[in-house]
């Protein structure tokens, strides 16, 4: 398996496999963003009627194979969208930070609109 060092190499890997199948035909943002939440319930699958514990015991391998679908969709979406994952990643996180301030969000599983 070849190492990746960056998300932009991992990505030039995702789109020499796809185009060497001629798949990106198939690949416009919608199509992606549903074989996105496909793959996502797929991941979803090994979860359910399992303890979180059992099913990371019982399921190791399909969810990380089921995660890596995720992720390649998620990286080929960003492609198609001309977006940088890590610049999408960092501005988001920007976002949370705001929404969910240290001081009021530790600990707590509350939505940032519940959060006093």
């Known amino acids: 398996m070849e190492e990746m060092k960056s998300i932009s190499e991992l990505t ?8 060497a199948r001629d798949w990106g035909q198939y690949h416009n943002p919608k199509d992606l963003a549903l074989s996105l939440a496909v793959e996502a319930g ?15 015991a019982e399921a190791r391998q399909g969810i990380v194979d089921e995660l890596g679908d995720v992720l390649i969709y998620a990286l080929l979406l960003c492609h198609e969208l001309g977006l940088d994952p890590l610049t999408v990643v960092s501005g988001k996180l920007t ?17 940032y ?3 006093s």
């Open 12 to 19: 030039r890997r995702v789109l020499q496999f796809r185009d």
């Open 42 to 56: 797929e991941l979803l699958e090994h979860f359910q009627w399992r303890s979180s514990d059992e099913a990371v």
């Open 95 to 111: 976002k949370n930070e705001k929404k969910y301030p240290v001081d009021q969000a530790y600990g707590s599983r509350r939505k």
């Open 113 to 115: 609109t519940e959060l």
